[in-house]
């Protein structure tokens, strides 16, 4: 019976995190595409989704649904697929940060300003690597002078600061609402 138990306690973890990496991908497809110099970039709500996986999930599933779910959606584009590898540590970053910080220690993520904190810090977090892989790329791949391609990291900054706003608006009362429904319906993927 413990054994039984046991195996189902998996598969339910499993089916949680499968669904929450289908539902980072397709949230990647809410976008407004935004070129500013040789790159582009885009206004969207799946960072939000990559945080929920965080805060729903825990480090690792919250890892693994944010980073696969969006490196699967950069495969279905031409812009970013050369770029997918660098999305699954990336994302997979933000979602590891913010369910480390939302469940560190005896946490149980359910306070507010801890899951504010493990938002902003997932979500900043890639912003910041994303912004040195974006210079990187500007300079290596496209010769752009280093004028040049601060210019193009304003801009993108300022598009990738705009969504991590979202994110942070989505995630937290969508966690919060989300973990209360399971709880009650005990449901919750981490508790069973």
């Not at 300003?113 to 493990?118: E, H, L, Q």
């Amino acid at each position: 019976m413990t054994q039984n138990k046991t195996r189902r306690v998996s598969i339910y973890y499993l089916a949680s995190v499968a669904l929450m990496t289908a539902l980072v991908f397709v949230s990647n497809y809410i976008q407004i595409p935004v070129t500013i110099g040789t790159g582009v970039t885009r206004f969207h709500i799946a960072n939000g989704f990559c945080l929920l996986s965080g805060f729903l999930l825990g480090p690792l599933g919250g890892a693994f649904a944010a980073g696969v779910g969006s490196m699967f959606y950069d495969f279905t584009n031409p812009l970013f697929i050369a770029t997918s590898p660098l999305t699954l540590l990336f994302k997979g970053l933000m979602g590891l940060v913010c369910g480390l910080i939302a469940y560190g220690g005896q946490a149980d993520a359910k306070r507010t300003g801890r899951n504010i904190a493990a938002a902003l810090s997932g979500n900043l977090l890639y912003v910041i690597i994303y912004l040195i892989q974006t210079y990187i790329e500007q300079r290596l791949i496209y010769s752009q002078t280093h004028a040049a391609a601060l210019l193009v990291v304003g801009g993108t900054s300022i598009v990738s600061l705009v969504n991590c706003a979202i994110a942070v608006v989505i995630s937290v009362p969508l966690a919060f609402a989300l973990r209360t429904a399971l709880d009650r319906n005990n449901l919750n993927p981490r508790k069973r």
